[in-house]
Every structure is written in structure tokens, then in C-alpha cells.
């Protein structure tokens, strides 16, 4: 598996992730201006020529947020992710950042000890900010 920076061309796999595995997939039109945008860190995890995974990241005046973080439902609970994340971790850091923010459903407890084991706390609730279904989304920050 390699993980490197996500091209134009690369969107469609990754919008087809998007809307076949995550309940609030992003579109085409949503993710490509996080490409060309200064600031954002945007990878891929690719194995055997097949995106699988994918992160994207934006960051602003120090503080970072972390937008989407996708793997394929076949290639989950295999490491992918937390992969993604480290890489984009370590690219956020060079860049100076001193706070990452991320947004995740409550009932999400796989991903909530994902982002855990990088250094993210609980830091607040944004009450029925997801949809389909409607879930409180937890705020978790990593200094």
C-alpha cells in the first residue's frame, strides 16, 4: 500500500467511496476545491493501482480540521486509516500547526478510538449534526 497526495483524477474513486460508504458522502463538486486549496492536505491509500482510503484535511492560520477520512468497507479494520491519519498528522505539523479539529458521530466508536490513539479529546457536541439518521457529532481536538 502506498499513501500519497490525491490528484484530479483520483476524485472519482473517491467520490464513489464517498457515496457507497460514508451515510453524508461529500460530491465531486464538494472535494475538488480542497485540491487546489492552500492549506489543505488531501491523500490517498492505493493498493495494487485501487484507491482504498483517503484523507482530506485543511488547514488555517495554524488550526487544522479534518474534513473526510474514507477507507473502502472491505479494507476496514485493517490499519488504512490510521495510516491516512498519521500522514496527514505529520504533513500538519510540519506546516506548524498547533490544533486539529475533527467532527464524529457519537455512536461511531471505531473511528472515535482511531482519532484517540493520535492524541484526540472530546472537547464538545454539536446536538443532530449529522442527518440520516439524525446523531449528535462529538468535537474532538488534538493539541
Do not use: K
Request: glycine residues 14%; proline residues 2%.
Amino acid at each position: 500500500m502506498i499513501i500519497r497526495e490525491i490528484g484530479q483524477e483520483d476524485l472519482a474513486p473517491v467520490v464513489a467511496i464517498e457515496e457507497h460508504q460514508m451515510e453524508d458522502g461529500w460530491s465531486g463538486g464538494m472535494l475538488a476545491p480542497e485540491l487546489a486549496m492552500a492549506g489543505s492536505i488531501c491523500l490517498l491509500a492505493e493498493e495494487n493501482g485501487q484507491v482504498i482510503g483517503y484523507i482530506f484535511c485543511r488547514c488555517v492560520a495554524g488550526e487544522a480540521e479534518v474534513l473526510r477520512l474514507g477507507v473502502v468497507g472491505s479494507h476496514r479494520r485493517q490499519g488504512i486509516g490510521d495510516r491516512l491519519l498519521a500522514a496527514a498528522l505529520q504533513r500538519l505539523d510540519r506546516h506548524g500547526t498547533v490544533a486539529c479539529f475533527l467532527e464524529v458521530r457519537r455512536s461511531n466508536a471505531g473511528a472515535r478510538r482511531l482519532y484517540g490513539g493520535h492524541g484526540f479529546v472530546d472537547v464538545g457536541l454539536r446536538r443532530h449534526y449529522y442527518r440520516s439518521p439524525v446523531e449528535d457529532g462529538l468535537i474532538m481536538c488534538r493539541r
